[in-house]
């Protein structure tokens, strides 16, 4: 009675033929030879065989086509790997290099390493060894080991030009899949004036957003090297997407808080404070958190393709301290004097702390667009900090300007 329950129950319950495989019934046969005392054992066992069977689970089957036609059962797939919060974020944050050439590009990369500039990775470039090794950047590439033996460019942009191309490779294996290139230096001298423009030429071609800022003689520095930098600006504005100009000049008209005049060192302290306020301008949209976080489609589509641009920065704390912020950002005395009333593009960042009210983005907002162009394409973000707390720091780069001088 066993057998038959066995094998006629299971067939009928799993079978639409009503009958069992032929390796069912050789089980059967297998349990009435089988000692009376181990037949429930043996059924049992069948039991399981013939379950598994039908289900396609034996020997890694899963269906049965035909009397002997099978298809073994595939392998799922493994999970993807799991990313630990460090690869997410590499992940999600587009690669920002800044790129100090020359000595002056060299101490303005210095000023943002000291004062903790987030999100970028750093790189010097300079023909002057002894120069370079004072550099706090990671990554220091001695220009031109061939054509100027570490000792510099002679002030000639012929030999900065040539050291920069010899040691191209070098530097662009550094810089590698960068999404945007901040490149920084001092225009008039050799290296920064001929090896600026070679460099920003190799990062357009390879794709990259690359934006210049650099600085222009002071006028006591002579004739000579006013002309030599005037020549490397129109040379890099050929090939960067976006170039801001910041004139050594206008230091003479700025004075410490106390209403006497700026020392030598301290001059160049606020030159290196502009350029770090600039890039961290753009760089905190994109990395930090804020109320409005702009990505880095954004910021292409504000700064590519646009020539000469206009930088502007402001801090104020106190009543009214978004429109003093503004007012302060939109007539920076630093900056380069650039009319922005035909601005076609225009990005705003309004850095605050936790008390940073909608009305005041809304007061800032309005101002700009106010002097820009009446169809202008205005992006902006905001960025919390609670260092900020009571002040609020507004930074503008106004690109597409109708006078391009």
């Known amino acids: 009675m066993l057998q038959t329950t066995c094998r006629f129950g299971l067939s009928r319950g799993l079978s639409s033929k009503g009958d069992i495989s032929a390796s069912s019934k ?16 043996v059924a049992k066992m069948m039991l399981s065989s013939f379950i598994l069977d039908q289900l396609g689970y034996s020997k890694g089957l899963t269906t049965k086509s035909g009397p002997e036609k099978v298809q073994r059962v595939s392998t799922p797939p493994p999970p993807p790997p799991m990313h630990d919060d460090d690869d997410i974020e590499l992940l999600l944050h587009p690669k920002i290099t800044v790129v100090g050439v020359g000595g002056g590009g060299g101490n303005t990369v210095n000023t943002m390493i000291q004062r903790n500039l987030t999100g970028v990775e750093f790189v010097v470039a300079n023909t002057d060894a002894q120069v370079l090794k004072r550099s706090l950047a990671p990554h220091r590439i001695q220009l031109g080991r061939g054509a100027t033996k570490g000792l510099g460019a002679g002030a000639s942009p012929d ?46 071609k ?18 000579r090297r006013s ?39 301290n001059a160049f302290e606020i030159v290196d404070d502009v350029l770090y306020t600039g890039v961290q301008g753009v760089t905190d949209l994109i990395v930090r958190p804020g109320l409005i976080n702009l990505d880095f489609a954004d910021v292409k589509t504000i700064m590519s393709n646009t020539g000469r641009a206009r930088l502007g920065t402001g801090e104020a704390e106190g009543e009214n ?4 912020a503004a007012e302060a ?65 507004v930074s503008l780069f106004v690109t597409e300007l109708s006078n391009q001088n």
């Open 321 to 324: 301290r978004a429109m003093k």
């Open 26 to 41: 050789l089980r059967s046969v297998k349990m009435r030879r089988a000692p009376a005392n181990g037949r429930a054992v």
């Open 329 to 393: 950002a939109l007539h920076h005395p630093l900056l380069e004097d650039v009319d922005i009333s035909g601005a076609k593009r225009v990005l705003i960042n309004v850095t605050g702390g936790s008390d940073l009210s909608l009305f005041e983005v809304n007061q800032i907002s309005q101002m700009v667009s106010e002097e820009a162009d009446p169809e202008a394409n205005i992006i902006f973000g905001t960025t919390l900090s609670e260092d900020m707390k009571g002040r609020v720091r």
């Open 206 to 223: 390879r794709g990259i957003l690359t934006v210049a800022i650099v600085t222009t003689p002071f006028s006591f520095e002579g004739l």
């Open 159 to 204: 030999v900065g030009r040539i050291a920069a191309e010899e040691s191209m490779k070098q530097l662009m294996d550094i810089i590698g899949d960068s999404h945007m290139v901040f490149l920084t230096a001092g225009m008039g001298g050799g290296t920064g004036t001929g090896a600026t423009p070679a460099i920003a030429n190799a990062c357009k």
């Open 227 to 265: 002309e030599i930098a005037t020549q490397g600006i129109q040379r890099l504005h050929d090939n960067v997407d976006t170039i801001i100009c910041v004139p050594n000049q206008k230091l003479l008209k700025l004075t410490t808080r106390d209403k006497t005049p700026l020392t030598f060192a």
